[in-house]
């Protein structure tokens, strides 16, 4: 299930985007898979080991990683992962 882009192409739109809000990655462990699609793009906050266990290395996201941190969240072949606002 991919997410669909709004009318500006923004994807995951809504107060969970709005600029300078503080961020959380949230991950839905019964669907994680452990394809480590986010390690690849975010190995600075998800590591995915041998039996494919994925670990959230910082679950609060700062501002200038947000950008990193969503497009891991939109690699997830199975959408186990969100960023929401606190």
């Known amino acids: 299930m991919r997410r669909s882009p709004d009318s500006e192409g923004r994807i995951g739109t809504g107060p969970a985007r709005r600029r300078g809000s503080p961020m959380r990655i949230e991950v839905d462990r019964n669907r994680c ?36 941190v969503h497009a891991a969240v939109l690699s997830c072949p199975v959408t186990a992962l969100k960023l929401s606002s606190r």
């Open 33 to 68: 898979e452990g394809h480590a699609m986010c390690e690849a793009v975010a190995p600075e906050f998800f590591s995915v080991d041998d039996e494919g266990e994925l670990t959230v290395k910082a679950e609060e996201v700062p501002e200038p990683d947000k950008a990193a």
